[in-house]
């Protein structure tokens, strides 16, 4: 019988995306197997994570217990176009190929092909909207995976604001990138490419 407390780390971590049972297992044997450093070193990064670091209340991009992120704080960013993402990880991959100067909206999240009642999933679009009036965006790109998942949450975002706003522009990254491919896997290259030729909804 394992102690309860092993049961009770396996039951916390499992929640963690890709992490299963059997992982979450293998990853309480690893620590155990370490000095007390670093358990106390972990435990204390999950918890400088959580309190340090916020979603800026605009665009859900991450900073430093501001409100705003630095993107939304910056007069100098052409604040007539807006990226939407669905991970933050997607936002600093395309800031660093130095091609777009746009706002961002971080959906932290895509919409499961295979749910029913997706009008009921909170991706976000009352911010997006808000963004739109507020900063008079003429321009939106949708930079969602090339996955089933990610073309489907950028088809239900497209419809839905286009028949709110008609005189916005709604562009979709290049086909020619590979089908189910993340946008955290997909080369700088293809991807600058991707974002210049972008197609329109
Ligand atoms: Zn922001």
């Known amino acids: 019988m394992k102690p309860k407390e092993f049961e009770y780390f396996v039951e916390g971590f499992k929640k963690l995306p890709g992490i299963s049972k059997k992982?979450?297992?293998?990853?309480?044997?690893?620590?155990?197997?370490?000095?007390?450093?670093?358990?106390k070193d972990l435990s204390s990064r999950i918890m400088?994570?959580?309190?340090?670091?916020v979603f800026c209340s605009i665009c859900n991009n991450l900073t430093n217990n501001q409100i705003h992120c630095d993107i939304?704080?910056?007069?100098?960013?052409?604040?007539?176009?807006?990226?939407?993402?669905?991970d933050f990880n997607d936002l600093i991959k395309i800031e660093n190929l130095e091609i777009y100067n746009g706002l961002y909206?971080?959906?932290?999240?895509?919409?499961?092909?295979?749910?029913k009642n997706i009008d009921d999933i909170d991706i976000g679009l009352k911010k997006i909207i808000e963004i739109i009036e507020k900063k008079d965006i003429k321009e939106i790109l949708i930079a969602t995976n090339m996955t089933i998942n990610g073309e489907f949450t950028a088809f239900y975002i497209s419809?839905?604001?286009k028949k709110l706003f008609e005189?916005?522009?709604?562009?979709?990254?290049?086909?020619?990138?590979?089908?189910?491919?993340?946008?955290?896997y997909i080369d700088s290259e293809s991807l600058t490419s991707a974002i210049k030729n972008k197609i329109k909804f």
């Open 23 to 39: 992982s979450a297992e293998k990853i309480c044997d690893f620590i155990l197997r370490q000095d007390d450093k670093f358990a």
């Open 159 to 161: 419809s839905y604001l």
């Open 105 to 115: 909206f971080n959906l932290k999240m895509e919409i499961d092909s295979k749910k």
């Open 72 to 86: 939304c704080n910056d007069s100098n960013r052409y604040n007539n176009k807006l990226c939407i993402i669905s």
């Open 167 to 184: 005189d916005i522009e709604i562009f979709r990254l290049a086909t020619g990138l590979p089908f189910n491919s993340s946008i955290d």
């Open 48 to 53: 400088d994570l959580k309190f340090n670091v």
